[in-house]
């Protein structure tokens, strides 16, 4: 068997997330069929992690195993693209792997990026890849807020109740605010997140830009552990999983 890595970009609106479910459109599901097709095997693709509906990808990570051996990659990845970009998915890299790698077990760092577009009017060209919030946004208390959230906490706070993760603890490494014009992007980095961590985290960041709560505010729905008392998670479609590091 040859083992082979692919990095994934797609468009997350008309999915039902990444991983296959036992209904909707997903992912992983046309993405392994494709290759399944091309090959002539049964193919079965293993993410390094799921991406909830709505949820976008600039460098999603996975593995496969085939009986054949790809000699010529770049056809490869031209005719699976062929079929997939349709649906706004793209195979930007296929590496060979040794038996050993694991897209998801293997995987250092996640990086997911979160993309707010602050202005008045709403997005045309970025509808459904941004969250448009209208009110002006305090940059600085953003910052203020993703700096006590870095390091290695219990964040049972931003935990979505059907979370089944073992540990709420978590190292978030690094949390980087940017603000170009209109367009502000949290990252946010970590060896793994909880089900639905990003998304409740930058809701509550969102509080804080909007002066809704101060950073005591902040600190003391932080430091409760109680998913009651955290802000309205951010909607999926302004997230991204933007790289992952092995």
């Given at each position: 068997m040859h083992r082979y890595q692919v990095v994934i970009e797609y468009d997350g609106t008309n999915f039902h997330g990444f991983q296959?479910?036992?209904?909707?459109n997903t992912v992983q599901k046309l993405i392994q069929s494709t290759i399944s097709k091309i090959l002539k095997e049964k193919i079965k693709i293993i993410g390094s992690g799921r991406t909830d509906s709505g949820v976008h990808a600039w460098?999603?990570?996975?593995?496969?195993d085939a009986k054949?051996?790809?000699?010529?990659?770049?056809?490869?990845?031209?005719?699976?693209?062929?079929?997939?970009n349709k649906k706004q998915i793209s195979i930007t890299t296929l590496k060979k792997r040794n038996s050993n790698f694991n897209a998801r077990y293997s995987a250092k760092e996640r990086i997911y990026?979160?993309?707010?577009?602050?202005r008045l009017a709403p997005p045309s060209i970025e509808r459904n890849r941004a969250w448009h919030i209208r009110k002006k946004l305090d940059l600085e208390m953003i910052k203020k807020g993703a700096k006590k959230l870095s390091g290695t906490y219990d964040f049972s706070t931003f935990r979505a109740s059907n979370c089944y993760s073992k540990s709420?603890?978590?190292?978030l490494k690094k949390i980087k605010v940017k603000r170009l014009n209109e367009k502000i992007t949290i990252q946010f980095k970590s060896k793994s997140f909880l089900r639905n961590q990003v998304r409740s985290m930058?809701?509550?960041?969102?509080y804080l830009g909007e002066k809704k709560w101060s950073i005591k505010k902040f600190e003391s729905v932080f430091e409760s552990k109680n998913r009651k008392l955290c802000a309205p998670p951010a909607p999926a479609h302004g997230l991204y999983l933007f790289k992952v590091n092995y």
């Open positions: 296959i479910q036992k209904k909707g460098g999603q990570s996975a593995h496969f054949k051996k790809i000699i010529n990659t770049v056809k490869f990845i031209q005719s699976l693209n062929f079929f997939l990026e979160y993309v707010i577009i602050n709420p603890i978590r190292t930058v809701g509550c960041l969102k």
